[in-house]
């Protein structure tokens, strides 16, 4: 028998099994500069995930950016901006494709779009972490896992090139992407 890959299975299947990851909803106005920690909770134990938040340090010049973006689209002027990203990744660019405004991290992309690309996929539908019951769907496209949700008149798409971040930590992030007010 394989003990190492059994174990290596059954603390997987334990972990998969103990309860919801949350964390503490988080605005973008009312958030400071310091790592927020992810933590596993569950009525029986709680155990740390090993990864943490971080707010996005937009410059005024990204941010002008972003609202030019925004507003290059005829009556989708109302810039959403992703507030927080895991630990080390970086914002790049902001860019505008097809009718979506997509921001560019090191790790991961988030787009905006009018649209909801997500109905033509099939999928699983989970629930957003601290999201007041924000329903989203897991689907493939080309080979890469992406989580579309609706966020007011919106919908958001998030995904990881390469694979890297999971999807853990890109729930994490995707409630976080919130209405830039000046």
Do not use: C
Not at 110 to 121: A, C, G, L, N
Request: glycine residues 6%; without cysteine.
């Amino acid at each position: 028998m394989r003990y190492p890959q059994w174990i290596a299975a059954s603390i997987a299947a334990g972990v998969l099994l103990t309860g919801t990851v949350s964390t503490q909803p988080v605005s973008a106005a009312a958030s400071t500069a310091k790592p927020t920690a992810i933590a596993a909770s569950s009525a029986a134990s709680s155990q740390k995930l090993n990864f943490t938040l971080d707010d996005v340090p937009y410059t005024t010049a990204q941010y002008k950016q972003i609202v030019r973006a925004f507003a290059s689209f005829d009556g989708f002027e109302t810039p959403y901006v992703p507030s927080r990203m895991i630990t080390g990744d970086a914002f790049k660019k902001v860019g505008v494709g097809g009718d979506s405004v997509t921001f560019i991290f090191k790790y991961m992309r988030v787009s905006v779009s009018p649209r909801d690309d997500s109905h033509s996929y099939k999928g699983t539908v989970v629930t957003l972490p601290n999201s007041n019951n924000v329903k989203g769907k897991w689907y493939k496209v080309n080979g890469t896992d992406m989580l579309t949700f609706p966020l007011k008149d919106r919908y958001v798409t998030i995904y990881a090139p390469g694979h890297s971040l999971s999807k853990t930590k890109l729930e994490h992030v995707a409630v976080d992407v919130t209405l830039y007010a000046p």
